[in-house]
């Protein structure tokens, strides 16, 4: 019945217009390699304050597992990845296309991102209530448990060593900046070193723009172009065996991405890799992977889709964001006043259900963009970063000084751009920087209120706080072994955020 009203209200012309162009952007976004739908996010969040909350955060999920749709189209036609998540795609895909089947994988990757968008729709519909009605149990010490399992898991999936030790330090230097302004707990300035701007605290928008809009166009400002596909697509639909190799290795990837996209650190790449290595596992000829499989074209797209969709779930059940780019959804949610938890399905039913009602449409509406409009997204690829990068800087700056009308905010994203390029330069991490700065006010919050309630000893009292402390200690171990074969600069690319 909830889901119907959802339904009944998306369908109105304005929700599905925004909609609509939640899924060309991020199926664009998906296409240019360097944007990322963090960073579209990031710079569009600005502009969103101003429009209908709903629609607004109906466009900006559409841009998020939008992109997954469109990075495959590069990947296929010319093997130059869109989005981190379609590398993999690149593998089998790009042959594919050189032995005159790149209509056959194209329909399979949109069709397959079809199938996990969705099976991650459903999800989302089904998980998310009972979810939320579970987390009415969480207190203080388990609200404080389960951010910190959150902040290990995006931590520990770093990968190994340095590696880990590059996003513990972003974290950490993302906590520190969230403390910044106010203290919420006594009411107190702290950490403005004099500066009457700074009593104000750090707004999110400039801190994104920044990192994820400015930073993103000077890292690939020198970014080069390939060739421009001009060759035939041939049939588009596959037939007899290699379709149902195809569609079995779509329905593979999304029950692999499904249960990832839960677990924050596990963005939409760490998924494509770990459905691709699955698919070669479990096939009677893996020594074809690489030559033109169609199954490995469909795993990895399909996973990434999964993966991105059901990101939504802890988002909406706990206000826990997965992904930089689900974290940036919460900043929007934040701005609007809608404090994600199990509140948002009682209070704001009528928000929540447009909002799961519209991954329904979208998906349909990204399966018509991609199909017919290959040949036009694949010459979109080529355009010249020295035109694209101006716009999206104006964007950026304007974006940044609309927040609160003050130029100290534009200073304020110029000087995290030029970090986040220093960053994305030196392989750091952004991602666990910007998740640090989200959830550590609300870690700081609830651990003063646990500690309040009984000291330390009530994280082992309770059944669930002390449940999620021992998943916590193991989780970085697990994290690593999982992902010991994904490449490090998957994890640390921050396209997926």
């Avoid at 106010?182 to 009593?199: H, K, N």
């Avoid at 800087?393 to 130029?407: D, E, K, P």
Wanted: net charge neutral; proline share 6%.
């Amino acid at each position: 019945m909830d889901l119907m009203l959802g339904f009944m209200n998306v369908l109105s012309p304005e929700n599905l217009l925004y909609c609509f162009a939640g899924g060309l952007l991020g199926t664009l976004v998906g296409v240019l390699p360097g944007l990322g739908p963090a960073s579209t996010i990031a710079i569009l969040l600005p502009i969103t304050v101003y429009l209908d909350q709903t629609g607004s955060i109906i466009m900006l999920a559409g841009i998020y597992y939008g992109a997954q749709y469109g990075g495959s189209t590069t990947s296929i036609l010319v093997n130059m990845p869109g989005e981190v998540s379609s590398v993999p795609t690149c593998f089998d895909g790009y042959p594919m296309t050189k032995t005159g089947r790149a209509g056959q994988a194209l329909w399979i990757a949109a069709v397959g991102s079809f199938i996990a968008g969705i099976g991650g729709a459903i999800a989302v519909t089904l998980i998310g209530p009972g979810l939320a009605k579970y987390a009415l149990r969480f207190g203080p010490p388990e609200y404080c448990a389960l951010l910190v399992l959150s902040l290990t898991l995006v931590v520990g999936l770093a990968g190994s060593g340095l590696a880990i030790f590059r996003a513990l330090a972003a974290c950490l230097v993302g906590m520190v900046l969230s403390c910044v302004g106010i203290d919420p707990l006594v009411g107190t300035p702290r950490l403005y070193f004099g500066f009457p701007d700074l009593m104000q605290g750090l707004e999110i928008i400039p801190l994104t723009v920044g990192l994820f809009g400015i930073g993103e166009i000077m890292a690939n400002a020198e970014a080069r172009t390939a060739k421009i596909y001009e060759g035939k697509l041939g049939r588009m639909m596959p037939r007899g065996a290699e379709l149902w190799r195809g569609l079995a290795g779509s329905v593979r990837g999304t029950l692999v991405g499904l249960p990832l996209g839960v677990l924050p650190g596990f963005v939409p790449a760490v998924s494509s890799f770990i459905a691709y290595d699955l698919e070669k596992r479990v096939s009677k000829h893996p020594e074809k992977f690489g030559t033109g499989v169609i199954e490995g074209v469909a795993a990895p797209e399909a996973a990434n889709n999964a993966t991105a969709q059901t990101g939504f779930i802890p988002l909406f059940a706990f206000g826990i964001p997965t992904s930089a780019s689900t974290a940036i959804i919460l900043a929007a949610l934040m701005i609007y006043g809608l404090q994600p938890g199990p509140a948002l399905f009682d209070t704001n039913k009528l928000f929540i259900w447009t909002v799961i009602a519209s991954m329904y449409i979208g998906n349909v509406m990204l399966v018509v963009l991609n199909l017919p409009l290959v040949g036009l997204w694949a010459r979109l690829s080529q355009i010249p970063y020295k035109y694209l990068a101006p716009v999206v800087l104006a964007v950026c700056v304007i974006g940044a000084y609309s927040t609160r009308n003050s130029m100290f905010d534009v200073g304020v994203a110029v000087f995290f751009g030029l970090v986040g390029y220093l960053m994305k330069k030196v392989n750091w991490p952004i991602a666990p920087l910007i998740l640090g700065f989200l959830l550590a006010p609300m870690l700081e919050v609830s651990l003063s209120q646990s500690l309040n309630m009984g000291g330390f000893a009530i994280f082992f009292s309770r059944p669930i706080a002390a449940g999620l402390i021992a998943l916590t200690v193991a989780a970085m171990i697990v994290s690593i072994s999982l992902l010991g074969r994904v490449p490090k600069e998957v994890i640390e690319s921050e396209a997926e955020g």
